[in-house]
């Protein structure tokens, strides 16, 4: 037998008026809780417990703070900000599934609102996690932790199951579990793997680190302009170079940080968007070519190549083009209400809506699961002649030409979020 972890995707269906006001109470209670926390400093168990015990929050959500609060207080993550939209955390005990098959939505969850009052609200299921849902009901797979969060006025559970499966038979050396990457700018990259259903499996975001890239890059644009109109040459040539050598950091950080991701998946091979294809691809209209061609794709893809080449873990890459605009559960083409949402055209498909870096992610993966992929040597014969601007001969990153306010932030601090 082999112990197996899924995330369980589930979408709550329409609260009443009540029921959504209790939601955002949970919600609200939440995040002041963490907040103050947070800016307390609690580095232990016990530190935490005093701050948020005084919030109206069931037990089960003030027992999960009180052990994340540490780790981000520098334990695990040692975060020096947070966003005020990470999900609502539940520990193991928290929620209670019930089916009713007879009925024309089959789930219904038991979501803790404070200690002696819960919510029963009916949910519809990603209809591939069918098998994992009845398991966890006939008590055949172990409940961990849940996430409860807000998108787009539709409320969503992420619930963590554990479960033993027969073996399968041994894979060959060439069956690997591709590692989707996407690079943007809501979050500077976005990492995750498929599940065999498709489901996203331990997404993680570091959209903290796109919002200072782009606070950075916003920073040099506007002070080498004002340096320059005062003839203030070699001013703005040191205080540009001092600003990229920050970006740099950011960069060699998260991707030392995506290769980790990578070491902790069984077989791992990381995909990457080939850059030939988005190079000669990219005609956004004059505004985003400007952007996109600054924004370092190349400079992320170097870095974690030879990061990756240290830890013996294979690269490939994929065409990329529609990764941001298809949608991973049924293929159709979406689009982007939002630079942090992907919303899917089929109305009968049960994504809707969906965290935009995490689609992509999975996109990317699937391609490389399909087939598809083009190696470094494949590649190399493609470039254009003087272009140095690609992976495999990792120029420097370009200056940047525009500024673009901080897109909405779905997600949550150093990849903890829901997907």
């Known amino acids: 037998m082999t112990e197996l972890t899924k995330t369980l995707e589930l979408k709550l269906v329409d609260p009443n008026v009540h029921k959504r006001q209790k939601l955002r109470e949970t919600r609200e209670a939440y995040q002041q809780a963490l907040?103050?926390?947070?800016?307390?400093?609690?580095?232990?168990?016990?530190?935490?417990?005093?701050v948020v015990v005084e919030y109206d929050l069931s037990g089960y959500a003030k027992n999960v703070l009180k052990k994340y609060v540490p780790q981000l207080c520098g334990n695990s993550y040692d975060a020096t900000e947070l966003h005020n939209d990470h999900p609502v955390r539940f520990t193991n005990e928290g929620l209670q599934l019930d089916h009713q098959p007879q009925n024309a939505i089959e789930w219904y969850v038991k979501?803790?609102?404070?200690?002696?009052?819960?919510?029963?609200?009916?949910?519809?299921?990603?209809?591939?996690?069918?098998?994992?849902?009845?398991?966890?009901?006939?008590d055949d797979a172990e409940m961990g932790e849940s996430r409860l969060f807000e998108r787009d006025g539709t409320w969503y559970l992420h619930i963590t199951v554990t479960r033993d499966v027969e073996d399968e038979s041994e894979a060959s050396a060439d069956e690997r579990t591709p590692i989707g990457v996407d690079i943007g700018e809501a979050s500077l990259v976005t990492v995750c793997h498929p599940d065999e259903s498709g489901s996203p499996v331990r997404p993680r975001l570091w959209v903290d680190d796109g919002k200072a890239v782009r606070r950075l890059r916003k920073t040099y644009f506007t002070a080498k302009r004002r340096l320059q109109k005062r003839g203030s040459e070699r001013i703005a040539e040191s205080y540009g170079d001092a600003l990229w050598d920050q970006?740099?950091?950011?960069?060699?950080?998260?991707?030392?940080?995506?290769?980790?991701?990578?070491?902790?998946?069984?077989?791992?091979?990381?995909?990457?968007e080939d850059l030939t294809y988005i190079r000669e691809n990219m005609d956004y209209g004059e505004y985003m070519n400007r952007r996109l061609h600054g924004w370092g794709f190349a400079k992320l893809h170097a870095q974690i190549r030879y990061k990756?080449?240290?830890?013996?873990?294979?690269?490939?890459?994929?065409?990329?083009?529609?990764?941001?605009?298809?949608?991973?559960?049924?293929?159709?083409?979406?689009?982007?209400?939002?630079?942090?949402?992907f919303r899917c055209s089929n109305d009968s498909c049960w994504v809707g809506e969906y965290q935009a870096d995490v689609n992509g992610a999975i996109n990317i993966a699937d391609r490389y699961r399909s087939g598809e992929s083009h190696r470094r040597s494949d590649r190399t014969s493609r470039q254009k002649a003087g272009d140095d601007d690609s992976a495999t001969d990792g120029a420097s990153l370009t200056g940047p030409q525009d500024s673009q306010a901080d897109a909405e932030n779905q997600q949550t601090t150093l990849g903890t979020n829901a997907s």
């Not at 907040?35 to 016990?46: I, M, N, P, V």
């Not at 949608?327 to 979406?334: D, L, R």
């Open 247 to 272: 970006i740099d950091d950011v960069f060699h950080r998260v991707t030392r940080e995506v290769v980790a991701y990578a070491e902790s998946v069984e077989n791992p091979v990381l995909v990457l």
């Open 308 to 341: 990756a080449a240290e830890k013996g873990i294979p690269v490939e890459t994929v065409n990329p083009q529609n990764t941001s605009k298809a949608c991973h559960a049924c293929g159709e083409h979406g689009y982007r209400p939002r630079q942090a949402t």
């Open 111 to 138: 979501i803790p609102h404070h200690e002696d009052y819960h919510l029963w609200m009916p949910a519809r299921a990603n209809p591939e996690q069918r098998d994992w849902l009845e398991a966890v009901y006939a």
């Open 35 to 50: 907040q103050e926390a947070f800016a307390a400093g609690c580095d232990t168990q016990s530190a935490a417990n005093d």
